[in-house]
């Protein structure tokens, strides 16, 4: 079973960036389909980006050429690149991982966009 924890969310200016982070331990990381995720308060938790286990990648159409998902499987870590950061992107944002139907979670790192 793998575990994952985010790091990275904070307190940032409409149009700045940050880089999230989730480092899995305890599985054959190489071989999980990685995903981020977000929900804002009273929504429910919506797909932002994925990444497969060959490198394929996906996006939300909200972030399309606003956010990039990698991965670095030499370091067990998929990342999530956010730049022009907009308020309707505040939200708790999480890391998925995902291998023959089980799907496993982080606890979440908040990401507040605010002037």
């Known amino acids: 079973q793998v575990q994952l924890v985010e790091s990275g969310g904070g307190l940032v200016q409409p149009g700045g960036s940050l880089r999230l982070s989730c480092a899995a331990s305890?599985?054959?990381?190489?071989?999980?389909?990685m995903g981020w995720y977000r929900q804002a308060p009273g929504k429910q938790r919506d797909l932002v980006a994925t990444?497969?286990?060959?490198?394929?990648?996906n996006y939300a159409d909200s972030v399309k050429g606003r956010f990039t998902i990698s991965r670095d499987n030499a370091k067990n870590t998929v990342y999530l690149q956010m730049n022009s950061l907009k308020p309707e992107d505040t939200a708790i944002y999480f890391c998925?991982?995902?291998?023959?139907?089980?799907?496993?979670w982080g606890q979440g790192t908040q990401v507040t966009v605010s002037s």
């Open positions: 998925n991982a995902g291998l023959y139907g089980n799907l496993y």
């Open positions: 305890g599985g054959s990381f190489r071989l999980y389909d």
């Open positions: 990444i497969t286990r060959s490198g394929n990648t």
